[in-house]
Nanobody
Framework: QVQLVESGGGLVQAGGSLRLSCAAS????????MGWFRQAPGKEREFVAA????????NYADSVKGRFTISRDNAKNTVYLQMDSLKPEDTAVYYC????????????????WGQGTQVTVSS
């Protein structure tokens, strides 16, 4: 079992930056790939980024590639999402999730989820 708690969301102007954190409990955190997803009002939850268990491999949605960076610190049981050059279309609730592979891009492929943190980007 892994419990996940996101933090770091907020209101930011377009072009600004935010850093999301996801703290995990459970001794098996280091064995999971971790992903970030987001869900805007009226839209389905979509893949943003994922990282493998060691942090050596990452996977990004085309819409955030070059602007967002996923990383993890297994000693702190935490995964991060650095978001730069934010756009109004990045506004959503952001969720972290734990799964078996950083190749996974679908909601159903992830086993554990946090409660989400709101990110709002104003124009």
């Amino acid at each position: 079992q892994v419990q996940l708690v996101e933090s770091g969301g907020g209101l930011v102007q377009a072009g600004g930056s935010l850093r999301l954190s996801c703290a995990a409990s459970g001794r098996t955190f280091g064995s999971y790939a971790m992903g970030w997803f987001r869900q805007a009002p009226g839209k389905e939850r979509e893949f943003v980024a994922a990282i493998n268990w060691s942090g050596g491999n990452t996977n990004y949605a085309d819409s955030v590639k070059g602007r967002f960076t996923i990383s993890r610190d297994n000693a702190k049981n935490t995964v991060y999402l650095q978001m730069d050059s934010l756009k109004p279309e990045d506004t959503a609730v952001y969720y972290c999730a734990a799964g078996e592979s950083y190749y996974y891009r679908y909601v159903a492929e992830y086993d554990y989820w946090g409660q989400g943190t709101q990110v709002t980007v104003s124009s």
